[in-house]
């Protein structure tokens, strides 16, 4: 209850919550703004009910106390009204016997009277009744004085009960007035109820709408971002294939540039080759070294010159020839053949380097049965005869497949056969 309470004095009320509504009503807010002035409303119409409860609950106490008054009153006029008919009844009887008493009080005298003129002998027991009866006829004046005393008063009693009962009659109507007036703001309050429950009812479907509306839009926001990630990822897409394709584009373009330079040397690179085949080897090694001056990016002529060097015993020079081949041409399977005859050639072989650029040739070209007879010389020579003749014959298969006389590798596997006989 606490932290409602708490959480009630955080909304708006009164002239903040009606200035925050016209605000509202030209902007487009949040979820959570939404949410925050509807449950202002509702903290504002639940105080407006809790208030026509109250002064509901008021007026039906009110309503209750005046109807047990009203019954006190109708009650204290229901035993005045009995006391007065007693009273009445009791004056009836006064005066009933008033009159016996006046009647007897008569016949009492005549008979006195008569009794005296009659019998004078029978005066003094006649005289002491006559006493006796003027004391009865004293006490009766006496009583019948006190009737019509009495009666006076009941008079004036009935009278004052009169008077009470007009205004216990007036009370009366002044409190079926008051309680129709209570009736009528009961009713109104109903009324103002009903308008309450009304106004609840309204500002709840039109925070439904509302979060509806907000859904909606959520949807078509999340629809819009959905739809401009993917057209970002195509863009992106395009874009990458535009970067390939442009990367791809310069490479041609470079490549294209380069077999031009290359197709250039090419009459050098034949001229060198015919001057080494004259045995004019060191202006052969020159005039490749010139030409690689001008195009160090043509790895035939790198390939061309580690040649050069391997047949002139500098398997260093060749290697080093070979590698910056390979590295311009990393799938150049040549390349690698030419370092796998370099390594094999140096002063202390190191025969699992030899073998791995065989086997990269291999893997490059499987038909280059070259490769396989190198493999095969480097395995023999590694002290590995049987994997060495594996190697052999696969150079055979391929050079027969290719329709290559298998001059070197029979002459290699009959050497081999021979050594393994002896």
């Not at 007879?373 to 480097?378: E, Y």
């Not at 594996?390 to 290559?404: D, G, P």
Request: cysteine-free.
């Amino acid at each position: 209850m606490g932290s409602d309470r708490q959480s009630d004095e955080l909304l708006l009320q009164g002239a903040h919550l009606e200035t925050a509504l016209e605000w509202a009503e030209s902007r487009s807010l949040s979820k959570q703004d939404y949410a925050y002035l509807v449950e202002s409303q509702k903290l504002g119409l639940r105080r407006e009910l809790d208030q026509i409860r109250t002064t509901l609950d008021q007026a039906n106490h009110e309503l209750a106390e005046r109807n047990l008054a009203l019954d006190r009153i109708n009650q204290d006029l229901d035993v005045a009204r009995r006391e007065l008919s007693r009273v009445k009844r009791f004056i009836r009887w006064v005066i009933g016997l008033g009159l016996a008493l006046i009647g007897l009080l008569g016949a009492v005298t005549f008979a006195a009277r008569q009794s005296a003129e009659a019998a004078s002998q029978n005066a003094s027991r006649q005289q002491a009744v006559a006493d006796v009866a003027s004391k009865k006829a004293t006490i009766a004046e006496q009583r019948a004085e006190q009737a019509s005393a009495n009666l006076r008063e009941t008079k004036i009693q009935n009278g004052e009960l009169a008077e009470e009962n007009d205004a216990l009659e007036d009370n009366k109507e002044t409190l079926e007035q008051q309680n129709q007036q209570i009736t009528q703001e009961v009713v109104q309050a109903k009324a103002a109820q009903q308008i309450a429950q009304q106004q609840v009812a309204t500002a709840q479907q039109q925070f439904s709408q509302t979060r509806g509306e907000l859904g909606e839009a959520q949807q078509e926001l999340r629809d819009a971002e959905l739809e401009r990630e993917q057209v970002q990822a195509t863009a992106d897409e395009l874009q990458t294939q535009a970067d390939e394709l442009k990367a791809q584009a310069e490479e041609l373009r470079n490549s294209s540039n380069q077999q031009r330079r290359n197709l250039q040397d090419v009459f050098g690179i034949t001229a060198a080759v015919s001057a080494f085949a004259q045995e004019n080897r060191d202006e052969a090694i020159a005039q490749l070294s010139r030409l690689l001056e001008n195009n160090a990016e043509n790895a035939a002529m790198w390939i061309v010159r580690g040649e050069f060097y391997l047949q002139t015993k500098d398997a260093n020079r060749a290697l080093d020839d070979f590698d910056r081949a390979i590295a311009l041409e990393p799938k150049n399977f040549t390349a690698y053949f030419g370092r796998g005859n370099a390594l094999a050639e140096l002063a202390n072989p190191n025969w699992q380097e030899v073998l791995q650029a065989y086997e990269q040739v291999i893997k490059l070209n499987p038909d280059y049965h070259a490769a396989w007879i190198g493999q095969g010389n480097a395995l023999a020579r590694s002290g590995q005869p049987i994997e060495a003749v594996q190697s052999y014959v696969e150079a055979l298969q391929t050079m027969e497949r290719l329709q290559i006389e298998p001059t070197d590798a029979i002459a290699n596997l009959r050497e081999i056969l021979d050594q393994a006989m002896r």
